[in-house]
T-cell receptor
Framework: DTEVTQTPKHLVMGMTNKKSLKCEQHMGHRAMYWYKQKAKKPPELMFVYSYEKLSINESVPSRFSPECPNSSLLNLHLHALQPEDSALYLC?????????????FGAGTRLSVL | QKEVEQDPGPLSVPEGAIVSLNCTYSNSAFQYFMWYRQYSRKGPELLMYTYSSGNKEDGRFTAQVDKSSKYISLFIRDSQPSDSATYLCAMSAAGNQFYFGTGTSLTVIP
């Protein structure tokens, strides 16, 4: 089983709202990732957690706040987003944070900011 | 120069055709090579990965890596309308470097 589950599938929010995206995996993977993907572009890395600790933050604005409550769960808290933040947000996981490990992706959350 | 170059297409072929998708790269340190398939509005799905030069086959799919030319390919035999998707190459190197190509959009016409 190589399943990464993301909820919700779709989210519409206003610029003053606070919302959260959720990602779950039960493969025993210790690295989890958040990516942002705009239409017809490849995914762009936002954050990486390794063993529940934030390892990589690709200079993402503070209106995006990641959280890793346990080894199976990854959240992305959203606050005061801008319309240009509308995109497909993808979660991925891999066995370890290592270039040798394959990343498995969830289906994504399609976010629209009005 | 981008780390990974991939022709964005779009590529349109008739059903049953052999499809060739390609990526070139500039960093000779890349050692793991992956192909992902992404249907519209869905997450990327891993198709194949390899870590050495040569060919790897899985059903109708063959991944080919030529490290001397810094060139990788994905071949799809007997293409089906269900193969219509965007295909992303990805590669990784020590130091946790991981790069995607821009993706090639493929349409297989019945």
């Amino acid at each position: 089983d190589t399943e990464v589950t993301q909820t919700p599938k779709h989210l519409v929010m206003g610029m003053t709202n606070k919302k959260s995206l959720k990602c779950e995996q039960h493969m025993g993977h210790r690295a989890m990732y958040w990516y942002k993907q705009k239409a017809k572009k490849p995914p762009e890395l936002m954050f990486v957690y390794s063993y529940e600790k934030l390892s990589i933050n690709e200079s993402v604005p503070s209106r995006f706040s990641p959280e890793c409550p346990n080894s199976s769960l990854l959240n992305l808290h959203l606050h005061a987003l801008q319309p240009e933040d509308s995109a497909l947000y993808l979660c991925a996981s891999s066995q370890e944070l290592s270039w040798r490990n394959i990343q498995y992706f969830g289906a994504g959350t399609r976010l629209s900011v009005l | 120069q981008k780390e990974v170059e991939q022709d964005p297409g779009p590529l349109s072929v008739p059903e049953g055709a052999i499809v060739s998708l390609n990526c070139t790269y500039s960093n000779s340190a890349f050692q793991y090579f992956m192909w992902y398939r992404q249907y519209s509005r869905k997450g990327p799905e891993l198709l194949m990965y390899t870590y050495s030069s040569g060919n790897k086959e899985d059903g109708r799919f063959t991944a080919q890596v030529d490290k001397s030319s810094k060139y990788i390919s994905l071949f799809i035999r007997d293409s089906q309308p269900s193969d219509s998707a965007t295909y992303l190459c990805a590669m990784s190197a020590a130091g946790n470097q991981f790069y995607f190509g821009t993706g090639t959009s493929l349409t297989v016409i019945p």
